[in-house]
């Protein structure tokens, strides 16, 4: 059974920094692409990072580049997400999520359970 | 960025109803489209990708069409348990953007 459990979300400052992480199992870890996607407290959804299975290419939204670094232990089968300068607007329950690929490109084909960033002073 | 306009926002429907949501991409995707349900506290499921194809599992009442820039996401015969939030999302170039999303209440 596919499980990712995300781990890491606090209260923390604007300004401050938080690490995510996501620790995946019931797959081969080291051959998928994995993402990071947000959603707003009463917001819909945001994709904001994804990786390649060996770490090579890495892409972000706009609003996080420059403050916010994903990255993979594919021997620890784990995914993380380093987030520094935080903002108000970054509060926002973190999902972790697995790519699935068709012919037109991927889909999030599972979901961690989230875990909850509060940016604020 | 490619921008993705869902309608509409909200809807009401009743068990058994045909519920029809829309999904129009700022530039062409190709068929370059999912959709996803969410329901509430709980994590987004993908219920169909490359626009028309039924993630495994997902009942045959869900389906979805178009391409290009236009899209259309039908549920034919609405059940109790699809009282949800429905997103759509290109997955033609990062970032992968999605819909505002269209939640489907209970009339």
Redesign the interface.
Known sequence: EVQLVESGGNLVQPGGSLRLSCAASGFTFSSYWM?W?RQAPGK????VA?MKPDGSEK????SVKGRMTISRDNAKSSLYLQMNSLRAEDTAVY?CTRH?F????????Y????TLVTVSS | DIQMTQSPSSLSASIGDRVTITCRASQSISSYLNWYQQKPGKAPKVLIYAASTLQSGVPSRFSGSGSGTDFTFIISSLQPEDFATYYCQQSYITPYTFGQGTKVEIK
């Open positions: 993402s996607v819909g959804l945001e994709w994804n892409y972000y939204v706009d999902y699935s068709s012919r037109f490109g991927p889909s999030h084909d979901w961690g359970q989230g």
